[in-house]
């Protein structure tokens, strides 16, 4: 599984953006697929998953409300749409796929098999 990230740039605080993530590939529907971001200095960190199904999704406590992580099985695509941006926001956003079966794996970097090559958010105050 080959995965593009999307969709980033630059936006003033209280924007919006939708990340987009386009996989290549056979079994895109049976990968969980999710959401991590890098700030500069900082280690990776979770920011929402979705299960094979789109039916379970999940998301860190820092983005709730105002990030909805959705997929579309039939364009092997999952996005991000973001909204109420705010600077501490501002990081690299990759996605990731991987087959993971419990709802504690889904926030852990190292339970996914595969990995895009993350879009630039930076979000100015």
């Known amino acids: 599984v080959q995965l593009q990230a999307s969709g980033g740039g630059l936006v003033q605080a209280g924007g919006s953006l939708r990340l987009s993530c386009a996989a290549s590939?056979?079994?895109?529907?049976?990968?969980?697929m999710a959401w991590f971001r890098q700030a500069p200095g900082k280690e990776r960190e979770f920011v929402a998953a979705i299960t094979w199904s789109g039916r379970s999704t999940y998301y860190a406590d820092s983005v709730k409300g105002r990030f909805t992580i959705s997929r579309d099985n039939a364009k092997n695509t999952v996005y991000l749409p973001m909204n109420s941006l705010k600077p501490e926001d501002t990081a690299v956003y990759y996605c990731?796929?991987?087959?993971?079966?419990?709802?504690?794996?889904?926030?852990?970097?190292?339970?996914?098999?595969?990995w895009g090559q993350g879009t630039l958010v930076t979000v100015s105050s």
């Open positions: 590939g056979r079994a895109f529907g049976l990968y969980v």
């Open positions: 990731a796929a991987g087959i993971i079966s419990t709802p504690q794996g889904m926030s852990v970097p190292r339970e996914y098999d595969y």
